[in-house]
């Protein structure tokens, strides 16, 4: 079964996708974008009766590259990476399109409410969140940074 998380974290855009990868799409404003990878996701999501549940999927923080290695540090240092290593998903229950779960960053989980689609074996789900709600850092050098939050894609 193919999983695609989406995940809006300061205009990033967080994907779980078929093969255990993360696509991570990351608006840069006023103007710009790049993609950040990872093949390192770990956890299952498993459906029985309709439903979804997954009890863990996470991706190690410092497996996201971008290829540019100090874009790469800025991004693990933004997330806190040496001090929280990974981002994880717990507790995901879904049905009919919409899901819970929390959802852990910087140390700090809070609770988000995800709306996926299926077709076939493929699900993709995506929600938003505020940076701010993870104690994460404003990111602004230059007058170019991202914003605290995004709007689902």
């Known amino acids: 079964m193919k999983l695609a998380l989406a995940l809006a974290l300061l205009s990033f855009s ?3 996708q078929a093969k255990d990868s993360l696509k991570l799409f ?3 404003t006023p103007s710009g974008s790049f993609e950040a990878v990872s ?3 770990k ?3 498993i459906k029985e009766n309709g439903s979804f549940i ?3 999927v996470y991706v190690p923080i410092k497996s996201i590259t971008t290829e540019n290695s100090l874009r790469d540090s800025h991004l693990w240092k933004h997330l806190n990476g040496d001090k929280y290593d990974k981002v994880i998903l717990t507790g995901l229950k879904g049905k009919d399109g919409k899901a819970t779960a929390a959802l852990s960053i910087n140390g700090v989980t809070r609770p988000i409410s995800i709306t996926y689609t299926e077709e076939a074996n493929d699900v993709d789900a995506k929600f938003t969140i505020n940076a701010t709600d993870f104690n994460l ?7 170019v940074g991202v914003e605290d939050r ?3 894609r």
């Open 54 to 56: 997954a009890e863990n």
């Open 137 to 143: 850092p404003k990111v602004r050098y230059l007058d």
């Open 14 to 16: 967080l994907i779980l």
């Open 150 to 152: 995004s709007e689902e």
């Open 26 to 28: 990351v608006k840069i």
């Open 43 to 45: 956890g299952k999501l």
């Open 39 to 41: 093949d390192k996701i």
